[in-house]
Protein backbone atom coordinates (compact mmCIF):
# COMPACT_ATOMS: atom_id res chain seq x y z
CA UNK A 1 0.00 0.00 0.00
CA UNK A 2 1.26 3.88 -0.25
CA UNK A 3 3.61 4.43 2.02
CA UNK A 4 5.74 7.40 3.32
CA UNK A 5 8.30 6.67 6.12
CA UNK A 6 11.40 8.04 7.43
CA UNK A 7 14.65 6.19 7.89
CA UNK A 8 15.93 7.75 11.49
CA UNK A 9 13.36 9.06 14.00
CA UNK A 10 15.92 10.96 15.57
CA UNK A 11 19.11 13.02 14.63
CA UNK A 12 21.28 14.33 16.29
CA UNK A 13 23.78 17.08 14.95
CA UNK A 14 26.25 19.34 16.37
CA UNK A 15 25.95 23.59 15.36
CA UNK A 16 27.34 24.08 12.08
CA UNK A 17 27.44 20.32 10.59
CA UNK A 18 25.35 19.52 8.05
CA UNK A 19 22.34 17.78 8.51
CA UNK A 20 20.60 14.98 6.18
CA UNK A 21 17.45 13.80 6.86
CA UNK A 22 15.56 10.53 4.69
CA UNK A 23 12.76 9.63 3.59
CA UNK A 24 11.21 7.05 1.77
CA UNK A 25 8.25 6.40 -0.18
CA UNK A 26 5.92 3.88 -1.79
CA UNK A 27 3.43 4.79 -4.10
CA UNK A 28 5.35 5.70 -7.89
CA UNK A 29 2.92 7.40 -8.89
CA UNK A 30 3.72 10.38 -6.73
CA UNK A 31 4.96 13.44 -8.32
CA UNK A 32 4.95 15.86 -5.95
CA UNK A 33 6.85 16.35 -2.50
CA UNK A 34 7.36 18.76 0.07
CA UNK A 35 9.38 18.66 2.97
CA UNK A 36 7.68 20.56 6.60
CA UNK A 37 9.57 21.53 9.39
CA UNK A 38 7.20 21.29 12.86
CA UNK A 39 8.06 23.14 15.88
CA UNK A 40 6.88 22.14 19.59
CA UNK A 41 3.27 23.21 19.65
CA UNK A 42 3.06 25.11 16.60
CA UNK A 43 1.96 23.72 12.70
CA UNK A 44 3.97 22.80 10.12
CA UNK A 45 6.09 25.17 8.30
CA UNK A 46 6.40 25.04 4.65
CA UNK A 47 10.20 24.30 3.48
CA UNK A 48 10.51 23.27 -0.04
CA UNK A 49 9.10 21.49 -2.35
CA UNK A 50 10.06 19.61 -5.19
CA UNK A 51 8.05 17.74 -8.24
CA UNK A 52 9.10 14.28 -9.74
CA UNK A 53 10.16 15.76 -13.30
CA UNK A 54 13.33 17.24 -10.96
CA UNK A 55 16.16 15.45 -9.06
CA UNK A 56 17.41 18.49 -7.12
CA UNK A 57 16.25 22.16 -5.94
CA UNK A 58 17.74 24.50 -3.93
CA UNK A 59 16.46 26.84 -1.26
CA UNK A 60 18.15 28.89 1.49
CA UNK A 61 20.55 26.75 3.14
CA UNK A 62 18.05 23.65 2.04
CA UNK A 63 18.18 21.68 -0.89
CA UNK A 64 15.88 18.94 -1.52
CA UNK A 65 16.79 15.39 -3.40
CA UNK A 66 14.59 13.56 -5.41
CA UNK A 67 15.94 9.77 -6.55
CA UNK A 68 12.64 8.24 -8.08
CA UNK A 69 14.77 4.53 -9.15
CA UNK A 70 14.41 4.14 -5.54
CA UNK A 71 11.86 6.05 -4.02
CA UNK A 72 13.95 8.36 -1.85
CA UNK A 73 13.94 11.75 -1.27
CA UNK A 74 15.92 13.55 1.55
CA UNK A 75 16.35 17.11 3.03
CA UNK A 76 19.98 18.90 3.35
CA UNK A 77 20.16 21.55 5.86
CA UNK A 78 23.63 23.41 5.63
CA UNK A 79 25.30 24.74 8.51
CA UNK A 80 22.49 23.15 10.86
CA UNK A 81 21.48 25.60 13.45
CA UNK A 82 20.07 26.14 17.33
CA UNK A 83 16.95 27.47 15.28
CA UNK A 84 16.87 24.30 12.96
CA UNK A 85 15.90 22.16 16.06
CA UNK A 86 12.26 20.84 15.31
CA UNK A 87 10.53 17.67 13.82
CA UNK A 88 10.73 17.05 10.11
CA UNK A 89 7.92 15.78 7.84
CA UNK A 90 8.31 14.43 4.10
CA UNK A 91 4.48 14.59 2.46
CA UNK A 92 3.74 13.34 -0.99
CA UNK A 93 0.96 13.95 -3.14
CA UNK A 94 -0.04 10.97 -5.42
CA UNK A 95 -3.87 12.56 -6.35
CA UNK A 96 -3.72 15.21 -9.26
CA UNK A 97 -7.30 15.55 -8.35
CA UNK A 98 -7.88 16.36 -4.53
CA UNK A 99 -4.43 17.68 -3.74
CA UNK A 100 -4.46 16.03 -0.47
CA UNK A 101 -1.28 15.20 1.06
CA UNK A 102 -0.02 11.70 2.79
CA UNK A 103 2.75 12.62 5.74
CA UNK A 104 5.71 10.50 6.90
CA UNK A 105 5.89 10.00 10.95
CA UNK A 106 8.33 12.63 11.13
CA UNK A 107 12.17 12.45 12.06
CA UNK A 108 13.46 14.97 15.21
CA UNK A 109 16.29 16.72 14.54
CA UNK A 110 18.43 17.66 17.93
CA UNK A 111 20.76 20.63 17.33
CA UNK A 112 23.61 20.69 20.07
CA UNK A 113 26.22 23.57 20.57
CA UNK B 1 -0.44 39.13 4.75
CA UNK B 2 -2.04 37.24 7.39
CA UNK B 3 -1.42 33.33 7.51
CA UNK B 4 -4.01 30.36 7.87
CA UNK B 5 -5.43 31.27 11.40
CA UNK B 6 -7.48 28.84 13.66
CA UNK B 7 -9.75 28.78 16.54
CA UNK B 8 -9.77 27.96 19.94
CA UNK B 9 -6.25 27.08 19.87
CA UNK B 10 -7.09 24.71 22.87
CA UNK B 11 -10.21 23.56 22.97
CA UNK B 12 -11.28 20.90 26.23
CA UNK B 13 -14.44 19.09 26.15
CA UNK B 14 -16.22 16.53 27.98
CA UNK B 15 -17.01 13.26 26.39
CA UNK B 16 -20.88 13.37 24.47
CA UNK B 17 -20.39 17.61 23.72
CA UNK B 18 -19.62 19.37 20.61
CA UNK B 19 -16.20 20.38 19.38
CA UNK B 20 -16.62 23.17 16.96
CA UNK B 21 -12.94 24.17 15.12
CA UNK B 22 -13.06 27.28 12.93
CA UNK B 23 -10.32 27.90 10.66
CA UNK B 24 -9.65 31.05 8.32
CA UNK B 25 -7.80 30.46 4.92
CA UNK B 26 -4.70 32.83 3.93
CA UNK B 27 -6.01 35.85 1.98
CA UNK B 28 -7.00 34.84 -1.90
CA UNK B 29 -7.20 31.50 -0.69
CA UNK B 30 -10.40 29.23 -1.70
CA UNK B 31 -9.00 25.68 -0.78
CA UNK B 32 -9.38 24.64 2.89
CA UNK B 33 -7.84 21.30 4.01
CA UNK B 34 -8.54 19.81 7.55
CA UNK B 35 -5.77 17.28 9.19
CA UNK B 36 -5.40 15.22 12.62
CA UNK B 37 -2.06 15.09 14.14
CA UNK B 38 -1.75 12.38 17.26
CA UNK B 39 1.28 12.82 19.46
CA UNK B 40 4.83 11.79 17.83
CA UNK B 41 2.80 11.40 14.13
CA UNK B 42 2.38 12.70 11.32
CA UNK B 43 -0.85 14.55 10.22
CA UNK B 44 -3.52 12.24 8.16
CA UNK B 45 -6.05 13.67 5.75
CA UNK B 46 -9.27 14.21 6.40
CA UNK B 47 -11.13 16.67 4.28
CA UNK B 48 -11.12 18.91 1.70
CA UNK B 49 -13.59 21.56 0.56
CA UNK B 50 -14.11 24.46 -1.83
CA UNK B 51 -16.19 27.41 -0.89
CA UNK B 52 -19.43 26.09 0.13
CA UNK B 53 -18.19 22.56 -1.68
CA UNK B 54 -16.86 19.48 0.04
CA UNK B 55 -13.99 17.62 -2.72
CA UNK B 56 -12.70 15.04 -0.75
CA UNK B 57 -13.83 14.00 2.41
CA UNK B 58 -11.85 10.42 2.47
CA UNK B 59 -10.01 10.99 5.25
CA UNK B 60 -13.24 11.94 7.41
CA UNK B 61 -14.97 9.07 9.95
CA UNK B 62 -18.44 8.73 8.19
CA UNK B 63 -20.25 9.41 11.67
CA UNK B 64 -19.81 12.38 13.98
CA UNK B 65 -17.53 14.46 11.91
CA UNK B 66 -18.56 16.87 9.00
CA UNK B 67 -16.93 19.84 7.70
CA UNK B 68 -18.47 23.32 5.40
CA UNK B 69 -16.84 26.39 4.40
CA UNK B 70 -19.67 28.71 3.91
CA UNK B 71 -19.60 30.96 0.84
CA UNK B 72 -18.89 33.75 4.05
CA UNK B 73 -16.97 33.31 7.03
CA UNK B 74 -14.36 30.51 7.79
CA UNK B 75 -14.50 26.70 7.41
CA UNK B 76 -15.80 24.57 10.40
CA UNK B 77 -15.04 21.35 11.53
CA UNK B 78 -17.76 19.67 13.62
CA UNK B 79 -17.50 17.02 16.12
CA UNK B 80 -20.51 15.76 17.62
CA UNK B 81 -20.87 13.56 21.16
CA UNK B 82 -16.81 13.64 21.10
CA UNK B 83 -15.40 10.96 23.06
CA UNK B 84 -11.56 10.37 24.34
CA UNK B 85 -10.06 8.94 20.56
CA UNK B 86 -11.22 12.37 19.39
CA UNK B 87 -8.02 14.16 21.47
CA UNK B 88 -5.52 15.61 18.85
CA UNK B 89 -4.39 18.36 17.05
CA UNK B 90 -6.34 19.47 14.15
CA UNK B 91 -4.95 21.31 11.42
CA UNK B 92 -6.16 23.41 8.68
CA UNK B 93 -4.18 24.08 5.84
CA UNK B 94 -5.10 26.21 2.31
CA UNK B 95 -3.70 27.16 -0.88
CA UNK B 96 -4.79 29.57 -3.68
CA UNK B 97 -6.18 26.79 -5.99
CA UNK B 98 -6.16 23.42 -6.94
CA UNK B 99 -3.00 21.24 -8.32
CA UNK B 100 -5.80 20.11 -10.87
CA UNK B 101 -6.23 23.63 -12.12
CA UNK B 102 -2.72 24.29 -13.15
CA UNK B 103 0.30 22.31 -14.77
CA UNK B 104 2.43 24.71 -14.66
CA UNK B 105 2.87 25.48 -10.72
CA UNK B 106 2.14 23.81 -7.64
CA UNK B 107 0.12 25.57 -4.48
CA UNK B 108 1.67 24.74 -1.76
CA UNK B 109 -0.64 24.06 1.18
CA UNK B 110 -0.17 26.62 4.08
CA UNK B 111 -0.71 25.25 7.55
CA UNK B 112 -2.26 26.85 10.34
CA UNK B 113 -1.07 26.68 14.32
CA UNK B 114 -3.71 24.14 15.02
CA UNK B 115 -6.54 23.48 17.45
CA UNK B 116 -5.33 21.56 20.46
CA UNK B 117 -8.96 19.16 21.19
CA UNK B 118 -8.76 17.73 24.35
CA UNK B 119 -11.72 14.84 25.45
CA UNK B 120 -11.92 14.85 29.47
Known amino acids: GESVGLHLPTLSVQEGDNSIINCAYS??????FIWYKQESGKGPQFIID?????DKRQGQRVTVLLNKTVKHLSLQIAATQPGDSAVYFC????????????FGTGTRLQVFP | NAGVMQNPRHLVRRRGQEARLRCSPM?????VYWYRQLPEEGLKFMVY????????ESGMPKERFSAEFPKEGPSILRIQQVVRGDSAAYFC??????????????????FGPGTRLTVL
Open chain 2, 93 to 110: ASSPRSRGQSSLSTDTQY
Open chain 1, 27 to 32: NSASDY
Open chain 1, 50 to 54: IRSNM
Open chain 1, 91 to 102: AENDDYNTDKLI
Open chain 2, 27 to 31: KGHSH
Open chain 2, 49 to 56: LQKENIID
